[in-house]
């Protein structure tokens, strides 16, 4: 007999894209950054003393939030540390959405919605994007019909890495009557020339929350950091009713506080991987591949015609080179690739030219 929740024995679990730490492998499959953690972020590891760890940390992660604020030019108020994105995400649905309410994403999108949706019995409403992955023009419209409580946008977007403006952002803010959660994990790789800061809207909005990451700009996916920002209304009860009672540990909160505030370092390494990213989607555009500009740290690559992107996933597997393959609607012909070190998006361009050129 099981014992589970009826909707936990009929949901599958989030697959995680697979993790290796040979060093032998390129690993361009789970947008991980591909530079080291400031050495800001080192420095402050190896002075940690372990006499500190007899104690539980700060509830709220104290020290980050202040850095947090300070970056964002916002108050402590205006911000939940949580351990990593997923965590806020899964308390975004247990603050706001009552089970049964229906939760709004589009399609494609980060599977992890899904799951957490499912744990927590909300029905998801999925909204297709257009041919060019744009929203549908009755988007708003949609969330409206699916009486959505909830509709959660990734911005720039996954897999495709395509950015929708703040003005978008705020149109479908002023118009759905529930609550906007983007999640902007990918948004330290936007071009500074396209001026996209929504932090604004979410502090002026009493129904947009910001979800931010440490894992993909700040180069420390292994440590689990991540956060909220929104209007002190929204922020409080994850604050201080959802939230576990010390969600984020000591170590984390150290190096999550160092990191934030090595800004012209994190700077540095955005813009190496816009670069990065714009001759990568050039030379996959020279060897056949059709390439969605990207705004994020990884490209959605289409294979030339006549080619099968499940077998190049595999082939490249075998060199030692991982991308990501999704067994999915619209997504069977293509490959999603983080950016690289130079050095790594060589090797992987060299696999492809004995197959393309
Ligand atoms: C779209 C999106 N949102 C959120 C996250 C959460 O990242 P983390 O939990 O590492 O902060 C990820 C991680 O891959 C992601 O791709």
């Given at each position: 007999?099981?014992?589970?929740?009826?909707?936990?024995?009929?949901?599958?679990?989030?697959?995680?894209?697979e993790?290796?730490?040979?060093?032998?492998?390129?690993?361009?499959?789970?947008?991980?950054?591909?530079?080291?953690?400031?050495?800001?972020?080192?420095?402050?590891?190896?002075?940690?003393?372990s006499?500190?760890?007899?104690?539980?940390?700060?509830?709220?992660?104290?020290?980050?939030?202040?850095?947090?604020?300070?970056?964002?030019?916002?108050?402590?108020?205006?911000?939940?540390?949580?351990?990593?994105?997923?965590?806020?995400?899964?308390?975004?649905?247990?603050?706001?959405?009552?089970?049964?309410?229906?939760?709004?994403?589009?399609?494609?999108?980060?599977?992890?919605?899904?799951?957490?949706?499912?744990?927590?019995?909300?029905?998801?409403?999925?909204?297709?994007?257009?041919?060019?992955?744009?929203?549908?023009?009755?988007?708003?419209?949609?969330?409206?019909?699916?009486?959505?409580?909830?509709?959660?946008l990734?911005?720039?977007?996954?897999?495709?890495?395509?950015?929708?403006?703040?003005?978008?952002?705020?149109?479908?803010?002023?118009?759905?009557?529930?609550?906007?959660?983007?999640?902007?994990?990918?948004?330290?790789?936007?071009?500074?020339?396209?001026?996209?800061?929504?932090?604004?809207l979410?502090?002026?909005?009493?129904?947009?929350?910001?979800l931010?990451?440490?894992?993909?700009?700040?180069?420390?996916?292994?440590?689990?950091?991540?956060?909220?920002?929104?209007?002190?209304?929204?922020?409080?009860?994850?604050?201080?009713?959802?939230?576990?009672?010390?969600?984020?540990?000591?170590?984390?909160?150290?190096l999550?506080?160092?990191?934030?505030?090595?800004?012209?370092y994190?700077?540095?390494?955005?813009?190496?991987?816009?670069?990065?990213?714009?001759?990568?989607?050039?030379?996959?555009?020279?060897l056949?591949?059709?390439?969605?500009?990207?705004?994020?740290?990884?490209?959605?690559?289409?294979?030339?015609?006549?080619?099968?992107?499940?077998?190049?996933?595999?082939?490249?597997?075998?060199?030692?080179?991982?991308?990501?393959?999704?067994?999915?609607?619209?997504?069977?012909?293509?490959?999603?690739?983080?950016?690289?070190?130079?050095?790594?998006?060589?090797?992987?361009?060299?696999?492809?030219?004995?197959r393309?050129?």
């Amino acid at each position: 007999m099981s014992f589970q929740r009826r909707n936990i024995a009929a949901m599958d679990g989030y697959v995680p894209g697979e993790q290796v730490n040979s060093a032998d492998v390129t690993k361009l499959n789970t947008n991980e950054n591909p530079y080291p953690p400031s050495p800001k972020v080192a420095a402050t590891l190896k002075e940690i003393d372990s006499a500190f760890l007899r104690r539980y940390p700060s509830p709220t992660a104290e020290t980050f939030r202040e850095a947090a604020a300070q970056c964002h030019d916002i108050s402590v108020d205006n911000i939940v540390p949580t351990n990593g994105g997923d965590e806020l995400l899964r308390l975004v649905l247990t603050t706001f959405a009552e089970p049964g309410e229906s939760v709004a994403v589009t399609r494609p999108t980060y599977s992890l919605y899904r799951v957490l949706t499912e744990i927590q019995a909300n029905p998801l409403h999925e909204i297709a994007l257009d041919d060019t992955w744009d929203l549908p023009e009755n988007f708003v419209q949609q969330l409206m019909d699916a009486e959505a409580k909830l509709c959660i946008l990734v911005n720039p977007h996954a897999p495709t890495g395509k950015l929708l403006s703040v003005a978008t952002l705020s149109e479908i803010a002023s118009n759905f009557n529930g609550l906007l959660l983007v999640d902007e994990a990918y948004v330290d790789f936007v071009d500074p020339a396209r001026e996209y800061d929504s932090v604004p809207l979410a502090i002026e909005r009493d129904n947009v929350l910001l979800l931010r990451t440490l894992s993909k700009g700040y180069s420390l996916a292994g440590l689990r950091f991540g956060y909220g920002i929104g209007s002190a209304e929204l922020i409080h009860p994850i604050l201080y009713k959802t939230r576990d009672s010390y969600n984020t540990d000591y170590i984390a909160q150290q190096l999550a506080a160092a990191a934030i505030q090595s800004r012209e370092y994190a700077e540095n390494i955005w813009e190496k991987v816009r670069e990065a990213r714009e001759k990568l989607a050039e030379a996959l555009r020279q060897l056949g591949f059709s390439v969605t500009p990207s705004q994020a740290n990884f490209l959605l690559a289409t294979l030339p015609d006549g080619h099968n992107a499940e077998l190049l996933y595999q082939q490249l597997k075998s060199e030692n080179i991982l991308v990501r393959f999704f067994d999915q609607e619209r997504l069977q012909d293509k490959l999603r690739i983080s950016v690289g070190t130079p050095g790594e998006n060589a090797s992987l361009l060299a696999a492809l030219k004995s197959r393309f050129a």
